[in-house]
C-alpha cells in the first residue's frame, strides 16, 4: 500500500492545532482521499471530504487485520462524504454511497463502544434499492442446505452494529416490485431484523419483517408478510405461480419459522401459518357446468378438459394452512359463488408439487342456511390429486 499525506502548517500540526491536511491511502483492497483539516491533540478531530472505495470490504477489513470475521461484512463499497471525526465518533454528512450497487443518500454515524461493537447508523434514501443485494452486504451467504445450517458461523451478529433507516421510490425483493417502501435494518445483540413498515405493492400496501438470530429454534429465521387491498393475481404472477390460483383484489397473511438462517433453510424447515381472503375475483380454468358434467360421466378427469376459456367466478374467498415439514395442511379453503360454493380440505405437500385435496361443489346456502335461488340441489364430492399444476379429480359417487 501507498501512503501521502501533506500539509501546509507544519508546525501547526507538530504543536496539535488544526492544520489544512491531505491524505490518499492506495491498496489492491481499498482506497482513500481526504482533503480537509485535522488536529493531532488528546482531542482528537478531523473533518473535510473524504472519497472511499473498495470492490470489497470483506477483502480490505481482512487486509486490514480488524477483528471482523472475513467473508461476513460488507461486500463493495463506494462513497463520498463531508467527514467529522472525533475519538470515538466520525458522522458522514451529504453521504452519496454505493453498497453492492444500491446507491443511497442521507448521514451515516460510527460509533466505538465500550464492551461493545462498533455501531453503523443513520438515515439512507435510494431512488432504486434491491434489498436482496443490500442485506447480503452486511450477512454471509454461503449456498444453503441443511449442512451447512449446523456448521454455519453467525459472528457477524455481535461484530457489527447497524440502525439504519432505509426509503426507497422502488425497490424489489427478488421478484417483488414495490414503490415508496420505508424500512430498517438493525442488527444487535446476536439478532439481525429487517422491518418493512410500509411499501406500495401490487394496488395494495405491504409489510413485513425478517428476523435472523444465533439462538437456534428460538428464533433462527423468521419471515412475516401481510399484504391489504393487494391484486393477489398479478402478486402471484409475479412470485412465478402457475396453476389454477384464485385472482382479485384481497389481504394474504404468513407467519413462517425456521431454526436455521434464511440462506441455510429448505422448505421443509418451514412450520408456520398461511391465510388468504379475496373478493369479487375468479378461479381461472373451472368452469363449473362442465365441471358438473364431467364428474358424472368420467371416473376421472384433469382440469385441461374444462376447457381453456372458463373460470368461476365468486364474491368471497378465503385459504387458511398451517405449514410444516414440507406440506401445507388446508384447513379453509372456501369460494363462494353467487349461486355455487367451492369447499376445499387435505394437504398439499408442495415439496413435491403434489395434492391430497378432497372437495365439494355446493349449492351457496343464504343467510338461513337454504340454498340460494337458481343453485343446483346436488352437491358433487370429489378428490383432487396427482401433480400441480395439472391435478387429476376423481368424483365421488354414492
Known amino acids: 500500500f501507498t501512503l501521502e499525506g501533506t500539509t501546509s502548517a507544519p508546525l501547526l500540526l507538530l504543536g496539535k492545532q488544526m492544520s489544512p491536511v491531505t491524505i490518499k491511502l492506495s491498496s489492491s483492497p481499498l482506497s482513500m482521499d481526504f482533503n480537509g483539516s485535522a488536529s493531532l491533540g488528546t482531542d482528537l478531530f478531523a473533518s473535510g471530504s473524504l472519497s472511499l472505495a473498495s470492490a470489497s470490504v ?54 466505538l463502544r465500550e464492551d461493545e461493537p462498533p455501531l453503523v447508523s443513520g438515515t439512507l434514501a435510494f431512488s432504486r434499492l434491491d434489498i436482496a443485494s443490500f442485506l447480503q452486504a452486511f450477512t454471509p451467504l454461503p449456498q444453503g442446505g441443511d449442512d451447512i445450517a449446523s456448521t454455519i458461523d453467525t459472528r457477524f451478529l455481535r461484530e457489527l452494529g447497524l440502525d439504519l433507516r432505509l426509503s426507497a421510490q422502488s425497490a424489489s425483493f427478488g421478484p417483488v416490485i414495490m ?20 411499501a406500495v405493492a401490487y394496488g395494495g400496501n405491504l409489510i413485513g419483517r ?12 423468521d419471515v412475516q408478510l401481510s399484504t391489504r387491498d393487494t391484486n393477489l393475481g398479478a402478486l402471484f404472477d409475479a412470485l412465478g405461480l402457475n396453476g389454477p390460483l384464485p385472482r382479485g383484489p384481497g389481504s394474504l397473511d404468513i407467519k413462517v419459522t425456521s431454526p436455521y438462517p434464511t440462506w441455510a433453510t429448505a422448505l421443509t424447515d418451514l412450520t408456520g401459518q398461511l391465510s388468504v381472503n379475496l373478493s369479487n375475483g375468479t378461479l381461472p380454468g373451472l368452469d363449473v357446468a362442465r365441471f358438473r358434467e364431467l364428474a358424472a360421466s368420467e371416473r376421472f378427469f384433469d382440469l385441461e378438459q374444462l376447457g381453456p376459456n372458463g373460470s368461476f367466478a365468486f364474491t368471497s374467498a378465503r385459504f387458511e394452512a398451517s405449514i410444516a415439514a414440507g406440506e401445507a395442511d388446508l384447513k379453509t379453503a372456501e369460494l363462494i359463488g353467487p349461486q355455487q360454493t367451492l369447499s376445499l380440505s387435505g394437504v398439499i405437500p ?45 368424483p365421488v359417487r354414492p
Open 58 to 111: 470483506r477483502r480490505a477489513l481482512e487486509w486490514s487485520g480488524a477483528e471482523i470475521k472475513p467473508g461476513e461484512a460488507l461486500g463493495a463499497l463506494d462513497l463520498t462524504a463531508k467527514l467529522s471525526v472525533e475519538p470515538t465518533r466520525a458522522r458522514l454528512d451529504d453521504l452519496i454511497v454505493l453498497v453492492d450497487a444500491n446507491r443511497g443518500i442521507g448521514v451515516i454515524d460510527l460509533s
Open 179 to 198: 414503490s415508496n417502501l420505508a424500512a430498517a435494518a438493525r442488527v444487535d445483540q446476536g439478532r439481525a431484523n429487517f422491518d418493512v413498515g410500509d
Open 210 to 221: 425478517i428476523v435472523l438470530s444465533e439462538q437456534g429454534v428460538d428464533g433462527g429465521l
Open 350 to 394: 408442495y415439496i413435491r408439487s403434489s395434492l391430497a385435496i378432497a372437495g365439494v361443489l355446493g349449492p351457496t346456502l343464504d343467510a338461513q342456511g337454504e340454498p340460494v335461488s337458481g343453485a343446483p340441489a346436488e352437491p358433487v364430492r370429489f378428490f383432487m390429486g396427482g401433480s400441480w399444476p395439472q391435478p387429476v379429480i376423481s
